[in-house]
């Protein structure tokens, strides 16, 4: 039985009006539950709408001042990084780099010093060290000739324009030690695929020689204006 919310009187469940007063039994409560449920979904529309717009403002704020810390910070290191340039250069002048390669030649000893410690599980190790001993004179005049090239390129805009050749030199010239070094651990290891590897690269170095010096001749091209611009 449904009471009728008008008179009261008692109708059957399945009444759509009242027997006494004629009035409606279900037309107002589903209109009311729709009438809320679509209340309901605008406001939570909107909501989220507003949130994601909160949001988005956040993150562009957020966007753009990482970008600016991110400048001051690149330009602050860049400031320190030419500071302590200008300090090694003014403090050594064109020994600084002499003093590079130097560095390098004992760094690079002291490793094949520790690689020389006796070691029973892999005396494969003491090999190598010998191997690389043998070529740390020719490495240590191929840094000289890549410190001094960067040196003087910085100084005389003529060592500028034949620097991408100096330094395609440097690089056949580096190939070609770590060819013969391949080919010295081939005999001693009796590994035919490493002296196929010192062969192979051997023949390709002047391949190697024109694609380092276009590279580096590109490169200058287009950084010569920008050099050309930070001149005083």
């Not at 840094?143 to 960067?150: A, K, V």
């Amino acid at each position: 039985m449904v009471n009728c919310p008008k008179c009261g009187n008692d109708t059957s469940d399945d009444a759509a009006f009242c027997t006494n007063c004629g009035v409606s039994l279900h037309s107002d409560a589903g209109s009311t539950i729709e009438q809320h449920a679509q209340r309901f979904a605008q406001n939570m529309e909107q909501m989220g709408k507003k949130v994601g717009d909160q949001m988005a403002q956040a993150a562009k704020q957020f966007h753009e001042s990482t970008q600016k810390e991110t400048r001051h910070l690149e330009q602050r290191m860049d400031r320190i990084g030419k500071r302590a340039e200008n300090w090694y250069e003014r403090r050594f002048g064109p020994f600084g780099p002499l003093l590079e390669s130097f560095i390098f030649l004992i760094v690079f000893r002291l490793v094949i010093m520790v690689m020389e410690l006796p070691n029973e599980e892999t005396p494969e190790v003491r090999t190598v060290a010998a191997i690389l001993l043998v070529y740390i004179l020719p490495l240590f005049a191929l840094s000289l000739l890549s410190n001094y090239t960067q040196y003087l390129s910085k100084k005389f805009f003529q060592i500028k324009v034949f620097s991408p050749l100096f330094y395609a030199i440097f690089f056949v010239l580096f190939c070609w030690v770590i060819s013969k070094m391949l080919y010295d651990a081939s005999t001693h290891f009796t590994i035919p695929d490493l002296r196929t590897a010192a062969v192979s690269l051997e023949n390709s170095l002047p391949t190697i020689f024109v694609f380092v010096l276009l590279i580096g001749y590109v490169i200058l091209v287009v950084n010569l204006p920008r050099d050309q611009g930070k001149k005083p």
